[in-house]
């Protein structure tokens, strides 16, 4: 059936080789990064947009076929989240307006707020690998400098299938920001090197303070940041209040970029933001 041409024309290939080239061209820039951040969760998309603004070679990777966390949806499926002073500023920086529900507590829409710090970590420079899960650590004179990484469908095959090799990525500083789970870190403690204490229960009102006071470097070369740092260290938790998990990745963004070895080529002044 014929129609008028508005697009230009493209065959099925074409499509398919412009994808390819330009996730490999990509991939193959940060299969060495100044920074590598699990978790794309509101601490690790804080935490890597403030090491890219810093002019930093960052690559996010996340398990999930999608940014954000918990920090998309709220609580309970109610798609609004909550954000206690002083980190509303954090929100209100981003052109998020947020209603005051109390002195000292705001709320606003979820899906807004999240898609706000996505695209402001894109803009920094940010890039991501998606569907992408943590097999292990890369460990070398007794400290982490990468990760093992293994496409995130991998772990549903059956286990007679399942010997698909992973493969590594070079960093100078590992940030986990993979929330409850300190997936990263768990790779530490499962060879007895660090301890995983536990998540204790919910108190947000007290949770909050805790977790950015103890973001920090956990092993030499890992930082953790965000509701791992519950987990490694055995604090409350605090359910969908967020203020706290963005101050922590910006805390964990200041110090990952002291640890960090220096860039081994900063990115052009043409890619900040």
Same mark, same amino acid.
């Given at each position: 059936?014929?129609?008028?041409?508005?697009?230009?024309p493209?065959?099925?290939?074409?499509?398919?080789?412009?994808?390819?080239?330009?996730?490999?061209?990509?991939?193959?820039?940060?299969v060495?990064?100044?920074a590598?951040?699990?978790?794309?969760?509101?601490?690790?998309?804080?935490?890597?947009?403030?090491?890219?603004?810093?002019?930093?070679?960052?690559?996010?990777?996340?398990?999930?076929?999608?940014l954000?966390?918990?920090?998309?949806?709220?609580?309970?499926?109610?798609?609004?989240?909550?954000?206690r002073?002083?980190?509303?500023t954090?929100?209100?920086?981003?052109?998020?307006?947020?209603t +005051? &529900?109390?002195?000292?507590?705001y709320? =606003?829409?979820?899906?807004? #707020?999240c898609?706000k710090?996505? $695209? %402001?970590?894109?803009?920094?420079?940010?890039?991501?690998?998606?569907?992408?899960?943590?097999d292990?650590v890369?460990?070398?004179?007794?400290?982490?400098?990468?990760?093992?990484?293994n496409?995130?469908?991998v772990?549903?095959?059956?286990?007679?299938?399942?010997?698909?090799?992973?493969v590594?990525? +070079? &960093?100078?500083v590992?940030?986990?920001? =993979?929330?409850?789970?300190? #997936?990263?870190?768990?790779?530490? $403690? %499962?060879?007895?090197?660090i301890?995983?204490?536990?998540?204790?229960?919910?108190?947000?009102?007290?949770?909050?303070?805790?977790?950015?006071?103890h973001?920090?470097?956990?092993?030499?070369?890992?930082?953790?940041?965000?509701?791992?740092v519950?987990?490694?260290?055995?604090?409350?938790?605090m359910?969908?209040?967020?203020?706290?998990?963005?101050l922590?990745g910006?805390?964990? #963004?200041?110090i990952a970029?002291?640890?960090a070895?220096?860039?081994?080529?900063?990115?052009?002044?043409?890619a900040?933001?």
């Amino acid at each position: 059936m014929a129609t008028n041409r508005v697009f230009s024309p493209v065959s099925d290939g074409d499509v398919t080789r412009a994808i390819l080239r330009s996730f490999a061209s990509e991939l193959d820039e940060h299969v060495s990064s100044d920074a590598i951040v699990v978790g794309a969760g509101p601490a690790g998309l804080m935490c890597a947009r403030e090491l890219a603004r810093k002019r930093l070679r960052v690559l996010l990777v996340e398990r999930n076929n999608y940014l954000g966390g918990g920090f998309w949806i709220g609580g309970f499926l109610m798609n609004k989240l909550t954000v206690r002073a002083p980190a509303h500023t954090e929100l209100s920086e981003l052109g998020i307006r947020l209603t +005051e &529900a109390q002195d000292g507590l705001y709320v =606003t829409d979820a899906p807004w #707020a999240c898609s706000k710090l996505i $695209a %402001s970590a894109c803009d920094a420079g940010v890039k991501v690998l998606n569907m992408t899960s943590v097999d292990d650590v890369v460990l070398k004179n007794g400290r982490v400098c990468g990760v093992v990484v293994n496409w995130t469908p991998v772990g549903a095959l059956p286990r007679q299938i399942t010997c698909v090799d992973p493969v590594s990525l +070079e &960093a100078g500083v590992v940030v986990d920001a =993979t929330g409850h789970d300190a #997936a990263v870190a768990e790779k530490l $403690a %499962s060879r007895g090197l660090i301890e995983l204490t536990g998540m204790g229960p919910m108190d947000a009102d007290s949770s909050e303070d805790a977790i950015v006071e103890h973001t920090g470097e956990v092993f030499p070369g890992l930082i953790a940041c965000g509701m791992s740092v519950s987990t490694l260290r055995g604090l409350p938790r605090m359910g969908p209040t967020f203020g706290g998990m963005l101050l922590s990745g910006r805390k964990a #963004a200041e110090i990952a970029s002291t640890v960090a070895p220096p860039p081994r080529q900063a990115r052009p002044e043409a890619a900040l933001v």
